[in-house]
């Protein structure tokens, strides 16, 4: 392996252990929402509904989950056939759509309530460590959203 460019191995990469651990999660996720029928997209779109106080447009949805609506729209037209939420216009402004989760939705939220206590139990991490992982992660997002280039 060539020296003269230390930098540039795979292992000294900050994006490649995220990129790996985040697909390592994800699929971790997969056996356990399949009993809901979701997907991990539509489970993150679900989570980030149930904490919204009042109906979401797909604008603040897509802010929240940081995806932009043509990534965002198949994941919630997905769960609108599935019978979790409800798409309407906004009456005050036709342009906007508003997301509003369902009865059948907020159902769904008791059967995954136990989704992120059965992942971590597969995970030897310690919970400071995860607390202390989490607050970094969250660090490096802002940091990264204020270093984005407009």
Known sequence: MPADLPQLDL?????????AASRALTRRYAPLLAAAGLTYPQYLAMLALWEAPEPLTVGDLGRRLRLDSGTLTPVLK????AGHLARRRDISDERRVLIEVSDAGWRLRQQVAS?????????DLLPEDGAEL???????????????PT
């Open 11 to 19: 292992d000294a990469q900050l994006c490649f252990p995220l990129y």
């Open 78 to 81: 997905r769960l609108e056939v």
């Open 115 to 123: 989704v992120p206590a059965q992942l971590l139990a597969g995970v």
């Open 134 to 148: 989490h607050r970094l992660l969250g660090e490096l997002l802002d940091e990264l959203d204020r270093a984005q």
